[in-house]
């Protein structure tokens, strides 16, 4: 079946630094989208990535998808405080009858 | 439009007890699904509801099971509990399906004693 990794599980920061974490699938993708959910929260969509190599911006967080499409990444420019959480990315296969799979998800701590 | 909602939000229960959730999806979307969150495990696929038929399941023991209504509120029930099934239960719609942008209610912690 299908494995998908994210890297790294937890990551802490300085507030101010820059933060990325990357989601591995063994299968090519048809598309991945990101989560986020704040501590006590639930997750929350961000976005979702289609084409080979597409790159989509959220004021300060890039989303890359692969030219592959099996893998992906998420940068965070300049972390705030309000970027602590976890974020999960979720790979599709293709199919709507395939089962849905997130990542383990990256907690990023960030340090005031 | 009102966000995905769930209830009740905090439950507890012991060990062999049963315990229903419920989920009301967003108004208009027809896709309902489940996920267990615990600490170790992750976000994991319970299963997905369509226009009230069961499209996909999970890799959960049959003590799992939903249903979903002509309304597309949809439950799910846990029997014989067990300690393990201590845990967050996340319920998500989407207009059509799992594999589209989905809204997340904010869950129903169930604890296990």
């Known amino acids: 079946g299908q494995q998908v990794m994210q890297i790294p599980q937890y990551q802490h920061v300085q507030e101010g630094e820059d933060f990325t974490t990357y989601c591995n699938s063994s299968t090519t993708l048809s598309n991945i989208q990101w989560y986020k959910q704040r501590p006590g929260g639930h997750p929350v969509f961000l976005i979702q990535l289609v084409k080979s190599g597409e790159v989509k911006k959220q004021k300060r967080l890039t989303f890359q998808f692969g030219e592959a499409k099996k893998n992906s990444s998420l940068h965070i420019t300049a972390t705030q405080t309000t970027d602590v959480g976890t974020y999960f990315c979720a790979p599709k296969t293709g199919t709507s009858y395939d089962k849905v799979i997130f990542g383990p998800g990256t907690s990023l701590s960030v340090i005031p | ?113």
């Open chain 2, 1 to 113: 439009k009102a966000g995905v909602t769930q209830t009740p939000r905090y439950l507890i229960k012991t060990r062999g007890q049963q315990v229903t959730l419920s989920c009301s999806p967003i108004s208009g979307h027809r896709s309902v699904s489940w996920y267990q969150q615990t600490p170790g495990q992750g976000l994991q696929f319970l299963f997905e509801y369509f226009s009230e038929t069961q499209r996909n399941k999970g890799n959960f023991p049959g003590r799992f099971s939903g249903r979903q209504f002509s309304n597309s509120r949809s439950e799910m029930n846990v029997s014989t509990l067990e300690l393990g099934d201590s845990a967050l239960y996340l319920c998500a719609s989407s207009p059509r399906d799992s594999h589209n942008e989905q809204f997340f209610g904010p869950g129903t912690r169930l604890t296990v004693l």
